[in-house]
Every structure is written in C-alpha cells, then in structure tokens.
C-alpha cells in the first residue's frame, strides 16, 4: 500500500513540519578533510580545503581562501 507523498510545509503556527525529507543537506564524511566549515565572513559552507584560519576579533576564525569573492567566482567560472 503506497502512502501519497506529501510535500514538506511549514503549519500556520509557523514551526512545525508536516513532514520533512530525512537527511542532512551536508553530506557526512569520514575523513576529516571532506567534512565542511561555514566562512565566518560569508557564512556559505565550503569544504575544508577552500578555508584558512584568519584572526577575526581577536580569535581565529575559518574564512574562504583567498576571499570569499574571489572563491565564489573561481567556482562559478
């Protein structure tokens, strides 16, 4: 017996799901070099390999390497 499927919506009182694809959007890596890190500058995930540690506010933070637009339009042509 086949359910019919039902799109994910968000109910009127505004955070509960009706239903939700399972799963995570960053896929899960075993090594540690796939995993993925947000840019504190940008905020956009990038693998591991695209970051370098900068000093931000007095503390290392990960951020794209060279800068965040220079990385976004290498990747976008």
């Given at each position: 017996?086949?359910?019919?499927?039902v799109k994910t919506t968000?109910?009127?009182g505004g955070l509960r799901y009706k239903s939700k694809t399972p799963g995570?959007?960053?896929?899960?890596?075993s090594s540690f070099s796939g995993a993925?890190?947000?840019?504190?500058?940008?905020?956009k995930h990038r693998p591991r390999s695209l970051m370098q540690t900068k000093r931000v506010l007095g503390k290392a933070q990960?951020?794209?390497?060279?800068?965040?637009?220079?990385?976004?339009a290498s990747l976008k042509g």
């Open positions: 017996m086949a359910s019919a499927d968000v109910s009127e995570s959007p960053f896929k899960a890596s993925t890190m947000s840019c504190f500058l940008c905020g990960p951020v794209c390497a060279p800068s965040c637009k220079e990385l976004e």
